[in-house]
């Protein structure tokens, strides 16, 4: 197993669903070419951009294995969320990527029945950890969505003990303090990719080498615009690039975060299909007026065309 931390912008895939609902495999190849024209090298599939837990066990398999298909041979590293409330499947999830090329996994914590200590966690972890135990393995903490909010320097501390493929965490949480902590444990061991993209910027203050999003998907353009201006420390060049970030976000989330991304990817020629409830997909009209929105953001001037 590899300890390299991981770098630079990862988009968070969405799951593409046919107009019925059901699942649509051969749009994958048509997502994985598009990421790759915009500049991504490494995918994180199947989590909370991927409306996992709206997908049965035997499709989140058919979307993994379509994923690590396409990846195989090239220079795309697949990452694969395995994660959910049963632990059966979840063991069976790990250990399909490990067996079929995946370059790490995560998983997030269950959310009805909650770890209700760090012990109870890293119990639950190492159990998944240990069904690919070749591979890199990342907590997922998004205690927004989960309701598990555990401090995340003991995880590591205990988990670094308990589960030997431990590379560190996707931080999804907007305690920068904490993440700050995280950083220091064991002399910066643990790898900390960001997981919120409308604060990239305060993130990688603190050192983030590695972010995990699901506006990389269509917005890549505009975060390299960031980086580069932090990079060459234009820091009201970089605020900008942030605020856009956030205005983005915000107009879609009116319409319905989830099915209004799907649509803006379809805008770009990678049709995704709708949002499976309890996501809503928008409406016609609320399409009219998302599309003035980025107009009036300046989407198109992040090298994008809209149809």
Known sequence: MSNRHLQGLIPAT?????DDGSLNLQTVEKQAAHLAANGADTV???????????????????????????AKGSSLRVIVHVGGNCLEDVKALSAHAGKNGAHAISALAPCYFKPQNVDALVDWCAAIAASAPALPFYFYDIPVLTGVNLPMVDFLEKGSARIPNLAGIKYTSLDLVQYQQCRLVQNGRFDLPWGVDETLISAMALGATSAVGSTYNFAMPLYKALLDAVKRGDSAAALEAQTRSLRLVMALARHGYMGSAKALMGWL?????PARLPNKTPTASQ????????????????GHKLP
């Open 269 to 273: 020629g990678v049709p995704l299909g």
């Open 287 to 302: 399409l009219t007026t998302l599309r003035a929105e980025l107009e009036e953001i300046g989407y198109c001037e992040w």
């Open 44 to 70: 994180f599939i199947g989590g909370s951009t991927g409306e996992s837990h709206s997908l049965t066990h035997e499709e989140r398999i058919k979307l993994a294995t379509r994923w690590l298909e396409i």
């Open 14 to 18: 969405h799951t593409p669903f046919n």
